[in-house]
């Protein structure tokens, strides 16, 4: 039998975390060891930069500097922010990767795939008016085949690139 790789050493356990400003954890998460800077931030995240950092690094309810291990989210798993951010879907290595739902307190909300915090992958993003963006993400960029339509119910099929429209078809829904 080959020896167990690294990754399959780490115990996975189930919980809920409630941190010293109020957000709140809940799901599956590894436990590894503590890291080396504990203060850098994930760069790219679709959630404050303090919410991230906290996922990335999180210690709840422990002193930081000690040899306790740090408690990851990796599995299925919801985070609420104290700002009122919710994300519920699937976690690898604290970073929101998998499909999941993030939901922003503005009424905005993406539903699809994520790849290390980025939007990534197929999914929808709604705005609260109506308006929505369904199709290819890359990078939390509209990238590739989609479709909007805007409040008015119009309608546009095309192709975008970095978060803006390069050829489209509009169409008046009725």
């Not at 189930?14 to 931030?41: L, N, R, W």
């Not at 919710?86 to 499909?99: A, E, F, N, P």
């Not at 790849?115 to 939390?140: C, F, R």
């Not at 970095?162 to 078809?169: E, I």
């Amino acid at each position: 039998m080959a020896p167990k790789k690294k990754e399959e050493e780490r115990e996975s356990c189930m919980g809920v975390f409630t941190f010293h400003d109020g957000s709140v954890y809940e799901g599956h998460f590894i436990k590894k060891d503590p890291p080396a800077d504990p203060t850098q931030p994930v760069s790219g995240s679709r959630l404050s930069s303090t919410a991230a950092a906290k996922l990335n690094t999180s210690t709840p309810n422990l002193e930081r500097g000690t040899s306790t291990p740090t408690v990851i989210p990796h599995g299925v798993g919801v985070f609420r922010d104290c700002s009122g951010a919710i994300y519920d879907g699937q976690w690898l290595d604290g970073k929101m990767c998998g499909t999941g739902t993030l939901t922003f307190p503005s009424g905005c909300n993406y539903k699809g795939d994520f790849l290390v915090n980025y939007y990534h992958g197929v999914g929808k993003y709604a705005w609260p008016d109506g308006s929505y963006y369904k199709g290819e993400w890359k990078h939390s960029m509209m990238n590739g085949n989609g479709i909007y339509m805007d409040v008015s119910g119009k309608c546009w099929h095309g192709t975008f690139i970095d978060g803006g429209c390069t050829s489209a078809v509009a169409e008046q829904v009725f």
